[in-house]
């Protein structure tokens, strides 16, 4: 599960994603804080990239889940949004090392993880980048849904 965190206002982009097992017990997770894009869309495309990035090294993730709508339909029909093409182009190469890759809706309330790792990273007003098994101690605990 991934989600992206954007405001006009920030110096930053951020990203957040999830990794979890049938039983949806949480395997790994990621944040991160990147210099803000040009649009939220912009930055849900960029942790779509960075999360598969990070599924090719630590995991055999195929399908991914988003509360981001736009961002399915970038992916199902990369031609139709061509002001993303050079954003699109990196994740249909990605999409190479995925055979059985899946992109799907999720309800904004089930993403509540993801969503909380990408905008926690609020606080931190410099570059961050943290992949692990477990909220590290400076990271305080999703409010559980």
């Not at 990203?15 to 944040?31: A, C, F």
């Not at 803000?36 to 991914?64: D, I, K, P």
């Not at 993403?111 to 692990?132: E, M, P, Q, V």
Request: with cysteine; glycine share 4%.
């Amino acid at each position: 599960m991934i989600d992206g965190s954007w405001t006009s206002s920030s110096q930053f982009s951020r990203s957040g994603w999830v990794w979890m097992d049938s039983l949806e017990k949480v395997q790994l997770m990621g944040t991160r804080n990147y210099p803000r894009r040009e649009s939220a869309l912009h930055s849900e495309v960029e942790e779509l990239r960075w999360a598969m990035e990070s599924m090719l090294q630590y995991s055999t993730c195929q399908s991914f889940g988003t509360d981001c709508k736009d961002l399915i339909a970038m992916i199902k029909e990369p031609h139709a949004w061509p002001s993303f093409a050079k954003e699109l182009k990196k994740i249909e190469t990605l999409k190479i090392c995925f055979p059985d890759f899946k992109i799907t809706h999720i309800p904004r309330a089930q993403n509540h993880i993801s969503d909380f790792l990408a905008k926690i990273t609020r606080s931190f007003y410099r570059d961050l980048c943290f992949i692990g098994c477990f909220f590290q101690v400076w990271l305080p605990r999703p409010l559980q849904a």
